[in-house]
């Protein structure tokens, strides 16, 4: 198994920034996609943005010229740098990872708990 532990800034200002980490620890032998979903109350899940191991990277339109993700392969840790942050960005954030276990296994979705951020006055 795997397992996702996420910490970071859990309240920031309208303007300001904030920071979330995530590490990979557990049964890993490689992860191709991580990335950041949020959720929240009365919403459903959506994606954020994701990055390969190559480093190719996807955002929503959300977020896009907001937000950057960013991966360190040698931790299996990723980041996710916020900025201009607004009262709708107040969510759970969680992470997620799609993962193997060995070199013979089928790649496998895992999350983290999400750890909740949110932007106000």
């Known amino acids: 198994q795997v397992q996702l532990v996420e910490s970071g800034e859990a309240l920031a200002q309208p303007g300001g920034s904030a920071r979330l980490s995530c590490a990979a620890s557990?049964?890993?032998?490689?992860?191709?996609?991580m990335g950041w979903y949020r959720q929240a109350p009365g919403k459903e899940r959506e994606l954020v943005a994701t990055?390969?191991?190559?480093?190719?990277?996807n955002y929503a339109d959300s977020v896009k010229g907001r937000f950057a993700i960013s991966r360190d392969n040698a931790k299996n840790t990723v980041y996710l740098q916020m900025h201009s942050l607004h009262p709708e960005d107040t969510a759970v954030y969680l992470c997620y990872c799609n993962a193997r276990n060995t070199r013979y296994t089928i790649p496998d979705d895992y999350w983290g708990q999400g750890t909740q951020v949110t932007v106000s006055s």
């Open positions: 990055a390969t191991r190559g480093g190719i990277t």
């Open positions: 557990g049964s890993v032998f490689s992860i191709d996609v």
